[in-house]
């Protein structure tokens, strides 16, 4: 029974000096793509860009004119504040509804044009992420990991190029399309 011990043991001891981990290694297909540089290159997500400066654009008009408007009262209200002094402070408080009213309506459309361009990037994003799932199955990849994460890798597992080639092609362009307000009121 001794022995019997003593040769497992030292077969154990012989067997744990020699490296087996090449043996049992396994090559485990991974995919790399640095995202910023697929946004960056995709069509997409550059089109956004114009479309909500133009709205901008609108709303800025927009919002100078009721800042002008909100100034002229303001100077009308200060010439009457000698004039009739009993009725001032109910034309004041008027005045400043109206000015509280424009900074909420200035905060709401801050808001939309902030889930407007949610909207839009998600959109590029979702699109992105089923190509790269569809490269991921054709190259039965068993992982795709962001550039970022990665210190070295092959660059035959960098499929950023592909992903930015089908997404131009697949989504060229993305409307953007503004909430309506009132379903920002709340939030």
């Known amino acids: ?18 490296p087996l981990g090449p043996l049992f290694a396994q090559t485990i297909p991974i995919g790399v793509i640095d995202i910023q540089r697929v946004i960056k290159n ?10 909500m400066e133009k709205l901008k654009k609108v709303y800025r008009t927009k919002f100078k004119k009721s800042e002008l ?11 009457q504040r000698a004039i009739m002094p009993e009725g ?7 005045f400043q509804k109206k000015v509280r009213d424009t900074q909420r309506e200035v905060q709401i459309v801050n808001r939309m044009f902030d889930r407007a361009l949610a ?3 998600r959109e590029v994003h979702r699109t992105m992420n089923g190509i790269t799932m569809e490269i991921a199955q ?3 990849l068993k992982f795709v990991i962001p550039k970022r994460l990665v210190i070295f890798y092959e660059e035959t597992s960098d499929i ?28």
Not at 1 to 8: C, E, S, V, Y
Not at 69 to 79: M, P, S, V, W
Not at 174 to 184: D, E, F, G, I, R
């Open 1 to 18: 029974m001794k022995k019997i011990l003593i040769m497992i043991l030292g077969s154990w001891l012989v067997l744990s000096c020699i």
């Open 42 to 51: 995709s069509a997409a997500a550059r089109s956004i860009r114009p479309q």
């Open 69 to 79: 408007n909100l100034q002229n009262q303001k100077r009308e209200l200060q010439k």
């Open 88 to 94: 001032y402070s109910k034309k004041l408080k008027t």
């Open 119 to 121: 909207n839009s990037m």
């Open 138 to 140: 054709e190259k039965s």
């Open 160 to 187: 950023t190029e592909e992903v930015t080639k089908r997404l131009n092609k697949r989504l060229p362009k993305v409307k953007v399309v503004m909430p309506k307000a009132k379903n920002l009121r709340n939030n």
